[in-house]
């Protein structure tokens, strides 16, 4: 595919503005909570029409996801292999007849480990395309913060817009 270089060099010069905030989201325990209303939101209401929106999940046991908003069973389809990948009752060794061996590192509890490798499997951050003031998302698609710990929390993530 060829750019169009006479055309991109007619374009006036747009400026370029950034915004920042931190979104903080209440979550009820282990599970998936919808976030794309609130960054379309707060867009909005930085004025800004077109760019990129990168977001950084602040914590190492919970993350990011953009997946399907139509079919909850998608999601809960997705949670169930997440706790068969990494269960709550410790690892089972590759080889051993032993069975599970609970995890070292459970200062937190029991859900503490098995957080951290569902949040090392997905993502913490996101980088997405703002068009008309919004998310560019496709029609079955969502925003989602993963909530990997069984009880609720307060979860940050950082909010950065580049754009015009």
């Given at each position: 595919?060829?750019?169009?270089?006479?055309?991109?060099?007619?374009?006036?010069?747009?400026?370029?503005?950034?915004?920042?905030?931190?979104?903080?989201?209440?979550?009820?325990?282990?599970?998936?909570?919808?976030?794309?209303?609130?960054?379309?939101?707060?867009?909005?209401?930085?004025?800004?029409?077109?760019?990129?929106?990168?977001?950084?999940?602040?914590?190492?046991?919970?993350s990011l996801?953009?997946?399907e908003n139509?079919?909850?069973?998608?999601?809960?389809?997705?949670?169930?292999?997440?706790?068969?990948?990494?269960?709550?009752?410790?690892?089972?060794?590759?080889?051993?007849?032993?069975?599970?061996?609970?995890?070292?590192?459970?200062?937190?509890?029991?859900?503490?480990?098995?957080?951290?490798?569902?949040?090392?499997?997905?993502?913490?951050?996101?980088?997405?395309?703002?068009?008309?003031?919004?998310?560019?998302?496709?029609?079955?698609?969502?925003?989602?913060?993963?909530?990997?710990?069984?009880?609720?929390?307060?979860?940050?993530?950082?909010?950065?817009?580049?754009?015009?």
């Amino acid at each position: 595919m060829e750019l169009d270089r006479q055309r991109s060099a007619t374009l006036p010069q747009a400026v370029l503005l950034q915004a920042h905030e931190e979104l903080q989201v209440l979550t009820r325990g282990e599970g998936f909570q919808r976030i794309d209303p609130e960054l379309n939101q707060w867009i909005a209401a930085t004025g800004i029409q077109v760019g990129v929106l990168h977001l950084t999940c602040l914590h190492t046991s919970a993350s990011l996801t953009i997946n399907e908003n139509a079919d909850p069973r998608v999601l809960e389809d997705l949670a169930a292999w997440m706790r068969r990948v990494a269960p709550q009752i410790g690892v089972n060794s590759l080889g051993e007849r032993e069975g599970y061996h609970r995890y070292r590192h459970d200062d937190e509890g029991d859900d503490d480990m098995p957080a951290h490798i569902r949040t090392a499997l997905t993502s913490q951050t996101l980088s997405l395309s703002v068009v008309g003031g919004r998310l560019q998302l496709g029609i079955w698609q969502a925003v989602y913060l993963c909530e990997w710990r069984a009880r609720g929390s307060s979860r940050r993530i950082a909010l950065h817009l580049l754009g015009s």
